[in-house]
T-cell receptor, first 115, second 115 residues
Framework: DSGVTQTPKHLITATGQRVTLRCSPRSGDLSVYWYQQSLDQGLQFLIQ???????AKGNILERFSAQQFPDLHSELNLSSLELGDSALYFC??????????????FGQGTRLTVV | AQSVAQPEDQVNVAEGNPLTVKCTYSVSGNPYLFWYVQYPNRGLQFLLK??????LVKGSYGFEAEFNKSQTSFHLKKPSALVSDSALYFCAVLVIETGANNLFFGTGTRLTVIP
């Protein structure tokens, strides 16, 4: 058990809908990363938060947004869903802040299926 | 631009034989390199990391990796493969910039150990 909790584990929804994925980082970790893993594109970095602030953005669509709350849990919001958004979404946390180099710990992911 | 490459999508090795999973990187500044493993329907698990010091890094489950600065490589190795090592392996590089850490992953290499 990595200590990172993601809910829900599975999500099936229709095109055009909006969903929220939730991540609770390991106790004490300030950094949260979101990744998308699809069959044909590997692991794509979406966005990173550190202590409530957005710190880095990757290949995140404008239809997607995220936030990190004062208790450090994070949510990834996906709207106007398309079939191509079907993927495994991972959250990771680390103690890393600027100028540190600790490893990230991953949750088990949320499998999103858009039908 | 910072990047990490895994040139092989698939590696097959017989049980008991040594295995190598290749990774090369491109970063400005000092590289912080990681290997992760993903078993079916699971999140990524940290295997090992290179931050500084000895070029040969030992990690979990008998894996090790060799950092080679001149060849910008960080290949994952194990002297004797087990069937249970069959999984998806990801190399990653941590880029530390002002105000943010960003973890970039390679596209993954699927290792199959043949009994």
């Amino acid at each position: 058990d990595s200590g990172v909790t993601q809910t829900p584990k599975h999500l099936i929804t229709a095109t055009g809908q909006r969903v929220t994925l939730r991540c609770s980082p390991r106790s004490g970790d300030l950094s949260v990363y979101w990744y998308q893993q699809s069959l044909d594109q590997g692991l794509q970095f979406l966005i990173q938060y550190y202590n409530g602030e957005e710190r880095a953005k990757g290949n995140i669509l404008e239809r997607f947004s995220a936030q990190q709350f004062p208790d450090l849990h994070s949510e990834l919001n996906l709207s106007s869903l398309e079939l191509g958004d079907s993927a495994l979404y991972f959250c990771a946390s680390s103690a890393s802040g600027p100028l540190t180099s600790t490893e990230a710990f991953f949750g088990q992911g949320t499998r999103l299926t858009v039908v | 631009a910072q990047s990490v490459a895994q040139p092989e999508d698939q590696v097959n090795v017989a049980e008991g034989n040594p295995l190598t999973v290749k990774c090369t990187y491109s970063v400005s500044g000092n590289p912080y390199l990681f290997w992760y493993v993903q078993y079916p329907n699971r999140g990524l698990q940290f295997l090992l990391k290179y931050i500084t010091g000895d070029n040969l890094v030992k990690g979990s489950y008998g894996f090790e990796a060799e950092f080679n600065k001149s060849q910008t490589s960080f290949h994952l190795k194990k002297p004797s493969a087990l069937v249970s090592d069959s999984a998806l392996y990801f190399c990653a590089v941590l880029v530390i910039e002002t105000g943010a850490n960003n973890l970039f992953f390679g596209t993954g290499t699927r290792l199959t150990v043949i009994p």
